[in-house]
């Protein structure tokens, strides 16, 4: 029998402006869980929140992309909606793009990472959690953790993980995707992977025997509903130890805070700050960026768990570099390389002022 691992998110309202996910919305989430794990849909959940989004994470054994499932998480953030619009909180529904549930809760809104797997004698998970970036903000990070000998020594000392990985990588720009091996392609890959804003990793598996190592969401909200109405704040489930690279491993890329696009309005890049959950609230200039790591064993379909893998000492010095970098970014202001490039900013004025100006724009010599 497999189990399904599940994991949808979407951000339906918080305090105070788009920080923090009110508690009645995690209760709320609960209590609908609840009930589908009493009808025997879920076998087991776990919500939680990085900063203003709320994750479900959710074990069954109906599969990937299966309608009963994709509903249930759907009702549920529609049900904290009602809440969310109660409370008055900020942004109640901002992810809801829809009225209706159609089938498959992609396109709609949440975002959504999915892995069935044929449970290991041990199987040890990774979830994590992002708020204030994009789904590209993963390709770094994931390169590193599957194709990287520097991060994973398994890569060259253990004969199970030795064969390397397959990257499978959407260009969300064109709605294409291509799978690529490495170390064999590392260069190839690495030419797409620079291009955070449209080439972006979906699922990972090992070569060996094609077994499923990792999963991303990677909907982009603002492709979805043709103008920016959030960001899209992905998340991530990696599968470690016995074949696959070391908890620890898996968590090592994150001790660099790499530059991300999504701070303030969607449109600066800063500092992917490492945290503990409770940390997971961005506050200065609506961030930095933040990425938070649970971790379960996944015993029976069942989480045991979790263990909050970034409330960890040894992550100090990678939060403080990443506020001394926030502080570098943020006196950059409006200018590059902290405000993103014209075509990949959320909010722009720019169309209005270059209107204003047509008439004065004169041809130069
Ligand atoms: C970024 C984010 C925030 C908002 C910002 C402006 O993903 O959620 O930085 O973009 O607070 O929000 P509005 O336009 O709602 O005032
Ligand atoms: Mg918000
Ligand atoms: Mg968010």
New binding site residues.
């Given amino acids: 029998m497999k189990t399904t691992v599940s994991v949808i998110k979407a951000d339906v309202g918080s305090i105070a ?2 920080g923090l996910a009110h508690p009645a919305l995690l209760e709320k989430c609960k209590e609908i869980l609840g009930k589908a794990k009493e009808e025997g849909l879920l076998e087991d959940f776990y919500v939680t929140n990085c900063g ?1 989004d709320t994750e479900l994470i959710m074990t069954h054994r109906n599969g990937e992309e299966n309608e009963e499932i994709h509903e249930l998480a759907w009702n549920a953030f529609l049900e904290a909606t009602a809440v969310a619009k109660e409370l008055k909180l ?2 109640a529904g901002q992810d809801l793009l829809s009225d209706t549930f159609s089938g498959n809760i992609k396109g709609m809104g949440p975002g959504c990472a999915e892995m069935e797997f044929k449970e290991r004698p041990s199987d040890p998970v990774v979830v994590f959690c992002c708020d ?1 970036t994009e789904p590209g903000a993963f390709n770094m990070p994931l390169f590193k953790m599957f194709a990287d000998p520097f991060t994973t020594a398994g890569l060259v000392i253990d004969p199970s993980l030795h064969g390397g990985f397959e990257f499978e990588v959407f260009d969300v720009m064109d709605h294409k995707k291509v799978k690529m091996t490495c170390p064999d392609e590392m260069y190839d890959l690495l030419a797409l992977l620079g291009t955070t804003s449209r080439y972006v990793i979906k699922h990972i598996r090992r070569r060996s025997d094609n077994e499923i190592a990792a999963s991303v969401s990677t909907e982009r909200l603002n492709l979805m509903a043709g103008k920016y109405v ?2 899209d ?1 992905p998340v991530a489930i990696v599968r470690s130890q016995s074949g696959f690279p070391a908890a620890g491993e898996v968590v090592e890329p994150f001790a660099f805070p790499h530059l991300v696009g ?5 449109s600066h890049n800063g500092p992917l700050m490492p945290v503990a959950q409770k940390n997971a609230y961005p506050v200065r200039f ?1 961030g930095p960026p933040r990425v938070m790591a649970l971790g379960f064993q996944i015993a029976d379909c069942k989480l045991v768990g979790p263990a909050d893998m970034f409330d960890d000492p040894a992550y100090d010095r990678s939060r403080d570099l990443a506020s001394e970098i926030a502080e570098y970014m943020r006196r950059h202001g409006p200018f590059e390389p902290h405000r993103l490039p014209a075509d990949e900013m ?2 722009t004025t720019l169309p209005g002022v270059m209107e204003k100006l047509k008439d004065r724009m004169e041809d130069m010599e």
């Fill in positions: 402006g788009h203003d900020y942004g204030k959030g960001k704040d999504g701070w303030m309005r969607g609506d959320e909010y």
